[in-house]
């Protein structure tokens, strides 16, 4: 049954990590394969008269192996056909199309818009079932939006896009979490918003009309309390309220799960209802004649479980962590001994069957990590001395098993998790959910206040364990074979003293964390155009030597492409500082992330353009000044050169021009296999500047990332004839409302014998430069170097 259920999850995982799925023909042909397969399982079944010799066993054994791993990936991939199958017809994307449907979930608040989920009925020919719209207010108007609430039918003007995300090394892939939930597609109320009935026609949106009105009595009770969004997220699973500083001192010690409903609610939901009813049926012997104690605990189980469930919104981490409970209480139902192993493989089948793409979320895997260690820890071993003891066991047990998921996955390690734990989890669990659960059922308010207090006493220690620095351990990517490898090595060192080969895997977890970061060797370099949308950002890496031009743009009041783009991507390479920051000049789509960076890492030397608000703002930040780059400044990393060509002292700024692009730092970078221009927002005017001041030589390019995002006001014909480079990136938003890159300029750039790169379609673009001339410049994107299935669908 274990290496069954392995079987069965290996062929689902195989199947997401495909670039192309397998059409519907060669699954028929595997259908036919699965058939034959039974056949001949079921022509060599053991038996005294046949199997006289060990290689029919075997070859039976492989082809059962085969079949269960082939029922997996065939099922994933006809789950997949179907998922897809519901997609946005290429002629609707873009233009305006008038839906009508439910509001599906609880609305999201974002400073002034919305952002909701939406379920069409009745169906529109060529839109997706669901959607994920954003509504806000008309541009320049200070009318307030309208209240929507789940359940209520609308009717909108919509503007819709096909599912599409950032796509970045380290980065979150957008696109796979939209596909989990079933979101074929997204975009934004245009006109025509008409409320067409407040009725409640489906079971759920009772749920979520319940859930809401939780948020607005909680919310309401407790005001602008620091941690109301905590209570809220552990009663109806909304995170949405928590700040991010919160957030950061949960990862940081390792308690995120806590107010993540997952297994651990549920179970704990479960073993009190359960346990409760257990304890009063044994003491009625009219109700022990007529049920078992055990099945009635088993019910009693099932109903808290669903019931809090329900009340989270039955999410896909609760649905996972609903179905695992669901396997556990019909085994007690039915009697059957509970042996943790086979529990959880079947458990990991169903909820693999349910949705084949909950492999792509780190909780499926530090959830079912967690419940092995446990069942590890505890399966056929004496009990501990006491409860505290059993305890203290198990959360060292998840801790070190948890390792190597979570180096391999987040690039971080919370070493202090088992002290944040040891406190975080008893409060929690016993003290603080039951209190809210009590103040949302009885609708009173004093429990609710006792929850906030003690959480504002657990949140004091979580503050004082995150700020201890050395307690976060960080480092770069290690490889997938080498997580693989200290996933198994953990278990290793987890058996009983004595078992050979303990020591090897404690060595493999060594390797693991002294995985040293992948960089380049002397004398070249490596330059990564980042996907950040509407914006730039370019990372150029040396031996020894880190250096970021701009930040890219903000992405609303509270986030932008540093804290969202560029600090998981300098994690995952494992740069924790930056030798120089270049903020081309103080546009947004430049400079938005600036603050983030300065915020979380050092950084020795910033540049910038001129002391725009941005540039203020960063140096209040640092309480030191930002230089301003100036041409003919040059220094020298690891034998790669570095240059400013611009600006110069002239000033080429147009009265009343809104934007001064033309003031652009520009940054030559060079090695002995070519040189990479870096030309900011630079226009025309500035391109013109540059010719005269330095000459055509001086420009002469490799690898060029085009000025203002292709913009037809930059790229002017005399410069594509003074770089003549191999290659131009442009860095340019998805459907972006300028058009960038221009038609016009991406055709000048071919005629010139130039390959056009693009960040929006193609995700990060890498251009790596040899320090061997011979070897010269090789440039690759991300969505070509990793596709998936699911991009561009």
Not at 470 to 494: C, E, F, T
Not at 607 to 621: H, L, N
Not at 717 to 739: C, D, K, M, Q, Y
């Amino acid at each position: 049954m274990r290496i069954h259920a392995l079987s069965f999850a290996a062929g689902v995982v195989l199947a997401q990590m495909q670039a192309r799925l397998p059409d519907v023909l060669t699954l028929c042909l595997l259908a036919m394969g699965l058939i034959l397969l039974s056949l001949l399982c079921a022509r060599w079944a053991p038996s005294q008269a046949r199997d006289r010799t060990r290689l029919l066993p075997l070859l039976r054994t492989g082809l059962v192996f085969a079949l269960v791993f082939s029922v997996g990936f065939g099922w994933a991939a006809l789950r997949a056909h179907w998922r897809l199958a519901d997609e946005l017809r290429s002629d609707l994307e873009g233009v305006d199309v008038e839906v009508v449907g439910f509001v599906a979930d609880l609305p999201q608040v974002m400073d002034d818009a919305l952002r909701f989920r939406f379920d069409l009925d009745p169906v529109v020919d060529g839109v997706p079932r669901r959607l994920l719209l954003s509504w806000y207010p008309a541009r320049g108007s200070a009318s307030v939006l309208p209240g929507i609430r789940p359940g209520e039918r609308w009717r909108f003007v919509v503007r819709l896009k096909r599912p599409h995300g950032l796509y970045n090394p380290g980065g979150f892939d957008y696109e796979a979490w939209l596909l989990e939930r079933g979101v074929r597609a997204t975009g934004h109320v245009r006109s025509g918003a008409q409320r067409l009935d407040d009725g409640l026609s489906r079971p759920m949106d009772g749920v979520h009309r319940l859930r809401e009105a939780v948020r607005e009595r909680f919310v309401g009770a407790l005001g602008d309390a620091p941690y109301a969004g905590i209570l809220v997220a552990l009663v109806i699973g909304d995170q949405r309220g928590i700040p991010a500083v919160q957030w950061e001192v949960f990862r940081r010690t390792g308690v995120a799960h806590l107010v993540a409903i997952s297994g651990m609610h549920i179970s704990l939901m479960a073993a009190l209802l359960g346990g409760s009813v257990g304890w009063l049926w044994r003491r009625s012997s009219w109700l022990m004649l007529r049920c078992p104690v055990r099945k009635a605990q088993a019910l009693a189980a099932v109903l808290a479980g669903t019931s809090y469930a329900l009340l989270a919104g039955l999410g896909i981490p609760v649905q996972r962590a609903l179905l695992m409970l669901l396997v556990v209480v019909i085994a007690l139902y039915r009697g059957r001994a509970i042996v943790p192993s086979r529990v959880m493989a079947l458990a990991l089948v169903v909820v693999l069957a349910v949705d084949p793409w909950a492999c792509l979320s780190a909780g499926f895997w530090l959830s079912f990590g967690a419940v092995a260690a446990i069942g590890f820890v505890l399966g056929g071993r004496r009990a501990a001395a006491n409860a505290w003891g059993a305890a203290l066991r198990i959360q060292l047990a998840v801790s070190f098993a948890l390792m190597p998921l979570l180096v391999l996955m987040f690039q971080s390690l919370p070493l202090l998790s088992p002290l944040a734990n040891a406190v975080a989890i008893p409060l929690v669990s016993f003290i603080v959910t039951p209190l809210v659960l009590l103040a949302a059922t009885l609708q009173v308010e004093f429990p609710l206040l006792w929850a906030h207090q003690v959480t504002a006493w657990m949140m004091q220690w979580l503050h004082w364990l995150a700020a201890f620095e050395p307690g976060y351990w960080r480092q770069s990517a290690p490889p997938l074979w080498l997580g693989v490898l200290g996933v198994l090595a953990v278990a290793g060192a987890m058996l009983p003293r004595g078992t050979p080969g303990r020591l090897a895997a404690l060595a493999v977890l060594t390797g693991l964390l002294a995985w040293p970061p992948a960089r380049p060797p002397a004398g070249s370099f490596v330059a990564r155009v980042l996907d950040v949308g509407q914006g730039l950002a370019v990372h150029v890496q040396t031996a020894n030597h880190d250096l970021l031009f701009d930040t890219g743009p903000p992405f609303g009041a509270h986030a932008d492409a540093g804290s969202r783009v560029l600090l998981p991507y300098l994690s995952a390479l494992g740069v924790g500082r930056l030798d120089a920051l270049v903020l081309s000049h103080d546009d947004s789509d430049h400079a938005g992330g600036a603050n983030s960076i300065a915020t979380a890492l050092e950084v020795q030397r910033w540049w910038a353009s001129d002391t725009g608000a941005v540039t203020r703002r960063v140096e209040a930040a640092l309480a030191a000044p930002v230089q301003r780059c100036s041409s003919g400044e040059q220094w020298v990393w690891d034998g790669v050169s570095f240059r400013f060509l611009h600006p110069g002292g002239e000033t080429l700024s147009v009265p009343g021009k809104r934007h001064d692009n033309d003031q652009s730092c520009v940054l030559r970078i060079a090695n002995a296999s070519g040189t990479l221009l870096l030309l900011g927002d630079v226009e025309a005017a500035g391109e013109a500047a540059l010719r005269l001041r330095h000459g055509d030589a001086v420009l002469r390019a490799d690898v060029l990332v085009s000025a203002h995002h292709g913009s037809r006001s930059s790229s002017s014909p005399a410069l594509v004839e003074a770089t003549l480079p191999e290659a131009v990136i442009h860095s340019a938003g998805h459907r972006n409302a300028f058009g960038h890159p221009h038609p016009e300029v991406w055709a000048r750039w071919a005629a010139a014998g130039a390959r056009n790169w693009r960040t929006d379609s193609q995700g990060a673009v890498e251009a790596v430069f040899s320090s061997d001339a011979a070897k010269g410049v090789r440039v690759s994107a991300e969505r070509l170097r990793a596709p998936r299935y699911w991009h561009g669908r």
